[in-house]
């Protein structure tokens, strides 16, 4: 017996096929495998398809088939009770298919599978190329299928050979208007709730750049034709790739549609037991939950979305270059100050050759360091173009072993791509199938180039956003390619606050702002001695704008020499891979989020990594930074990385760096909400000592800085409008053990200005003495009046004030302390000297002593009114006044 079958939930495709099957097959028997979708079960109903003879499995002795026909199949769990038979020894099998391999696991004796939107269409050739033809009913009825598979003729899964066959069944008289009825039609008010609950729970997940729409749903009853809703779904939110997934009872049906060739749905929907093409797939769960579905799609769509790359993805541009005049000595000083390891050599404005690294060593080390590079350049070498794929080069620099590969455009040197960067992208490769989403929860691959629109449109307030779009405007409006940089793209992808962007301009930064200014009637400060700008808008809010630059040292600890060079030798000069992320956003690459250095693998890893060896030797500054990064973010430093800092320390790069800079690190780590963590952590890593030896037993200060905090927030909690600097509190406190003579070595180590020293040295002594007298009242069980406090607190800042709050030690002094902040400061006497002089009292130093009397008096409470100062000054002062 031969029987012709296809995969259960059975669509047009599966029906037109196997009536075409039955052209070739005329006495084998029609049986679906099982169900059948209801757009088609209506068909059935409407039609004369009894004509047909479709037979039910139970009728079937299935130990009597000796070949099996399948269409539209080939896996042996989509074909219900024939999955045996499949697999049964004589049993003949013959397939014919659309589908690619995917997790097909059925051999056929005979196989007919093409690459086309549809199995109909397979079978169309095959009648085109024997001469078959079919009725205008089979026409109708493969038409159909043809159709629903192809989207009208319309999914990009579509084929040359698919219009092909429709004008081949059109011409065998196919009724284009059944074939309307059929797929066109109206939703039930089933359908329409579950296609608002599909568009309510629509989110989207980032694969390698890539945006896939995940929409589910769960319901107690079956709804007819999930896969017209999600072809409607993906039409109305215009999206390219679109997986759903809905329970129904105790099933869960899938069903993926994908404009993408990177998003292959038939391969993702295998891995859950369904199958299709690479453009539409279908599936049904019995043996996951809805959650176990959600929860295993991350991880699927990272083995399976695969971006497809070019050389213009991987390469870094512009390039700097030598000329083939230059000697080997400058090529050398060139190599080391850029720090690479090949170079293009230009002769007449072209490219000539290649010289590295081991060449130029080589040939000094040979004594021809004045040689022009020329002579020992590589002439030969292979070039590509920006859309060359991967896998060509790896053929070249693997292959070829061209460590160094320009890329060309119209004959113009538009980029290099290095074994580095190569690897780099390999490595991330496979880093992403590999690795779990970071500690954070975050799911989203995390590859060296993806874009972040949505996450700008998600996370940004809107002026904001219209902002960088606005600035992208100008900047292809001047040919220059912008992008945000820093602590703003790095706090973005960890979904933090942080509205301090900075921009930078592969061209001229302040040409740029100027231009940007011009357009949005902003003002701008420019620095033209180092190519940077601010951009101030009318409410005050800034903007810090530069040209793209690359830094060098000429000695450890020195200030940094600063030319042009493009974005990525930009992002190389930069502290840590964390804040080497870019985000470009111009028109054509808006969001597009450029890694050079492994930013997001950190950001994942919640690491803090420099980006070279020499790092914290050629800027020792970087040592407070990462500390302070560190502890903000809560992240810890790569075991390489504190390597590298504690070898710093102890071989005292620390010593050849400017005070004033190093101050200005404590400055900062003293601003953020809790710096304890990070003197604790100073103090671990020896960068204590620096400041002051006997700085090292730190941790005794614990409970000072803490109680610091709690001053410091119920100042904040007052709401006086007087303006406190956190950072000199605490900087007070990290000082608090130090002698005289210490704090001022330590003010004269740190180059602290006239104007903070005169905080940190002089008022803090004075503080210490008050505050030895304030503890000696209280050891007297005295309890000052308001009076004597204000006369004690009122010569101090702020600072100092609650600098001594935190020492205080007892509560009741700070409660003395508290009441100076809430009821004496800024107190003063209603009469002035004006009103002294009216009175009849002489102008003279007494004026100050009558008028501090009269303050005591209102401290104390023995006056409130006016007419309370007048009384009291006729009768203590007006009395004994001297006459005149």
């Given amino acids: 017996m031969e029987v012709i079958t296809t995969h259960v939930n059975a669509d047009f ?63 042996s769990q989509r074909i219900g009770p024939f999955g045996a038979v499949a697999e049964r020894d004589g049993v003949e099998i013959h397939i014919y298919d659309h589908h690619p391999s995917g997790q097909a696991d059925i051999r056929g004796t005979l196989e007919l599978i093409e690459p086309v939107g549809a199995t109909v269409t397979v079978f169309s050739q ?23 598979d192809t989207g009208s003729l319309l999914f990009s899964s579509t084929t040359v050979r698919d219009y092909q066959a429709a004008a081949f ?18 939703l039930t008010p089933d359908q329409v709730a579950l296609l608002h609950e599909l568009i309510k729970n629509r989110t989207v997940l980032n694969v390698n750049g890539v945006d896939v729409s995940i929409a589910h749903a769960s319901l107690d009853h079956f709804v007819v034709d999930l896969a017209v809703l999600v072809h409607k779904l993906k039409d109305m939110e215009n999206l390219q790739a679109l997986l759903v997934a809905v329970r129904m009872g105790d099933r869960v049906f899938l069903v993926g549609r994908s404009r993408l060739p990177e998003v292959h749905v038939g391969e993702i929907f295998a891995e859950f037991g369904g199958g299709g093409h690479a453009f539409a797939a279908s599936g049904t769960v019995r043996d996951l939950t809805m959650v176990q579905i959600l929860e295993r799609l991350p991880d699927v769509l990272r083995r399976h979305v695969n971006p497809l790359w070019e050389a213009r993805h991987l390469m870094s ?30 002769d007449d404005g072209e490219m000539a050759g290649i010289i590295t690294r081991q060449v130029a060593d080589k040939a000094a080390h040979h004594g021809l360091g004045k040689i022009p590079v020329r002579e020992y350049m590589s002439r030969e070498f292979a070039s590509v173009t920006p859309d060359a794929s991967v896998e060509s080069l790896k053929e070249l620099i693997v292959g070829n072993n061209q460590r160094f590969v320009p890329v060309f455009e119209e004959g113009r040197l538009a980029g290099a791509i290095t074994r580095t960067d190569l690897l780099r992208h390999m490595v991330a490769g496979v880093r992403a199938n590999h690795r779990q989403g970071a500690g954070n929860g975050n799911s989203e691959l995390i590859p060296r180039k993806r874009s972040v629109a949505r996450l700008l449109r998600d996370q940004l307030p809107p002026p904001i956003l219209k902002m960088l779009q606005d600035m992208g405007q100008v900047g292809d409006a001047l040919g220059m390619n912008i992008f945000a940089v820093g602590g703003f793209v790095r706090d973005l992808l960890l979904r933090q606050e942080n509205l301090d962007v900075d921009i930078v301009v592969e061209g001229e930064g302040i040409a740029f702002a100027t231009e940007y200014a011009k357009q949005h009637e902003c003002r701008v400060r420019a620095h033209r001695k180092f190519g940077t700008a601010v951009i101030i808008f009318p409410d005050g809010f800034k903007v810090d704008v530069a ?39 111009n028109g054509e690459h808006y969001g597009d989020l450029h890694d050079f250095f492994g930013g997001q693998r950190d950001l994942e890893e919640r690491a ?63 601003m953020e909400a809790d710096p304890l963590p990070a003197v604790l952590r100073m103090a671990e890593l020896d960068l204590l000592k620096y400041i002051h030896p006997s700085l090292a037993g730190i941790k005794k200060a614990r409970p000072l800085f803490e109680a610091a905090s709690q001053a410091l927030h119920w100042h904040a909690l007052l709401y006086t409008g007087e303006t406190c600097r956190r950072w000199l509190v605490y900087f007070l406190c990290l000082t608090a053990s130090l002698d005289r003579d210490a704090i001022e070595g330590v003010c004269s180590r740190l180059s602290i200005t006239a104007r903070y020293r005169m905080v940190v040295a002089q008022e803090r002594e004075e503080s210490h003495r008050v505050l030895q007298d ?105 009395r004994s006044a001297p006459k005149t």
């Fill in 13 to 75: 495709d599966c029906l037109g096929a196997m009536i075409a099957a039955k052209k070739l097959y005329p006495r084998a028997q029609l049986v679906f495998a099982g169900a059948q979708e209801r757009s088609l079960r209506e068909f059935f109903l409407r039609s004369a398809l009894y004509a047909y003879d479709f037979k039910r499995i139970r009728d079937i002795d299935l130990d009597a088939i000796t070949r099996l026909i399948l269409v539209d199949v080939r896996q």
């Fill in 317 to 346: 541009s512009p390039v700097k270059s030598v000329n083939a005049s230059d000697t080997i000595g400058d090529v050398r000083k060139t190599l080391t100050r850029y720090n690479i390891n090949s170079l293009p050599v230009m």
């Fill in 608 to 670: 803090i990594r420099v980006l070279h060896n020499l790092s914290f030797v050629e800027d020792p500054t970087r040592m407070f930074r990462a500390i302070r990064f560190e502890q903000r973010l809560g992240f810890h430093m790569g075991v390489h990385t504190e390597q590298l800092l504690r070898s710093a320390v102890r071989m005292g790069f620390l010593d050849k760096v400017g005070g004033g800079r190093v101050f200005n690190e404590l400055v900062l780590i003293f």
């Fill in 547 to 585: 040209s793209t630059r690359m830094e060098y040292y000429l000695e450890p600890g020195a200030l940094p020499t600063v030319e042009h060079a493009s974005i990525k030798l930009d992002l190389y000069r930069r502290d840590f891979t964390i804040n080497t992320l870019a985000l470009a956003i």
């Fill in 169 to 186: 069944l059109l011409s065998c008289g196919a009724n284009l208007d059944t074939v309307s009825d059929f797929l066109t039609q109206e």
């Fill in 774 to 878: 304030i503890h000696r009242y209280r050891s007297r069980g005295r309890t000052p009046r308001a009076s004597q406090v204000y006369r004690w607190l009122t010569p101090f800042s702020t600072e100092t004030l609650l600098y001594l709050m935190a020492s205080a030690g007892h509560e009741e002094v700070r409660r003395w302390i508290s009441q100076y902040f809430t009821r004496l400061a800024g107190a003063s006497s209603i009469l002035t000297g004006s009103d002294l002089k009216r009175m009849g009292l002489p102008p003279g130093p007494r004026y100050r002593e009558i008028l501090d009397g009269l303050l005591d008096a209102r401290l104390n409470g023995k006056v409130v009114t006016r007419e309370d100062e007048v009384a009291l000054v006729k009768k203590r002062f007006l």
């Fill in 126 to 148: 095959l009648f085109m190329e024997r001469g078959i033809t079919p009725d205008p009913e089979e026409a109708t009825m493969m038409m159909l299928g043809l159709y629903e």
